[in-house]
């Protein structure tokens, strides 16, 4: 068994996407990629702190990749899946919209200006979904 490769197991039925084809939330949706939420207990270099939230939040604005690092306070209210399993972020153009038929972990809300966010969950795992005004996005730059 040491030496078997990717070829030798079984492969996955051919239905749905392909490797080389971009899930349907980009190919289809237009969902763009935002970041990855990883849940840490570790506290982790230049972290803040989000009182209201009852969170650390680190690296996303140095990550080149999108990475955020995410430590809760014991009761913080978010609930256990978000605290426990990373999640990948997506921002939408139309938060309503692509809500639609999914299965809401977290309801919309406005963390801070110009910005909605919802959690659903996917296949056993949290996907947060962000919609930013565009009058807010155009008076920052």
Same mark, same amino acid.
């Given at each position: 068994?040491?030496?078997?490769?990717?070829?030798?197991?079984?492969?996955?039925?051919?239905?749905?996407?392909?490797?080389?084809?971009?899930?349907?939330?980009?190919?289809?949706?237009?969902?763009?990629?935002?970041?990855?939420?990883?849940?840490?207990?570790?506290?982790?270099?230049?972290?803040?702190?989000?009182?209201?939230?009852?969170?650390?939040?680190? %690296?996303?604005?140095?990550?080149?990749?999108?990475?955020?690092?995410?430590?809760?306070?014991?009761?913080?209210?978010?609930?256990?899946?978000?605290?426990?399993?990373?999640?990948?972020?997506?921002?939408?153009?139309?938060?309503?919209?692509?809500?639609? %038929?999914?299965?809401?972990?977290?309801?919309?809300?406005?963390?801070?200006?110009?910005?909605?966010?919802?959690?659903?969950?996917?296949?056993?795992?949290?996907?947060?979904?962000?919609?930013?005004?565009?009058?807010?996005?155009?008076?920052?730059?």
């Amino acid at each position: 068994m040491g030496n078997n490769t990717w070829a030798d197991i079984d492969p996955m039925p051919v239905s749905g996407r392909q490797d080389h084809e971009a899930p349907s939330a980009v190919a289809v949706h237009g969902w763009r990629y935002h970041h990855i939420g990883i849940p840490t207990k570790t506290p982790r270099p230049g972290e803040r702190y989000l009182a209201g939230l009852k969170m650390y939040v680190s %690296g996303f604005e140095s990550s080149p990749y999108g990475i955020q690092w995410m430590r809760f306070d014991a009761d913080s209210r978010f609930p256990e899946m978000i605290k426990s399993v990373p999640h990948v972020a997506f921002e939408v153009d139309n938060l309503e919209a692509a809500l639609g %038929g999914k299965e809401i972990l977290i309801p919309p809300n406005c963390p801070s200006e110009g910005v909605k966010v919802a959690m659903i969950i996917d296949n056993g795992a949290p996907v947060e979904l962000l919609e930013f005004q565009t009058d807010v996005k155009l008076a920052s730059k």
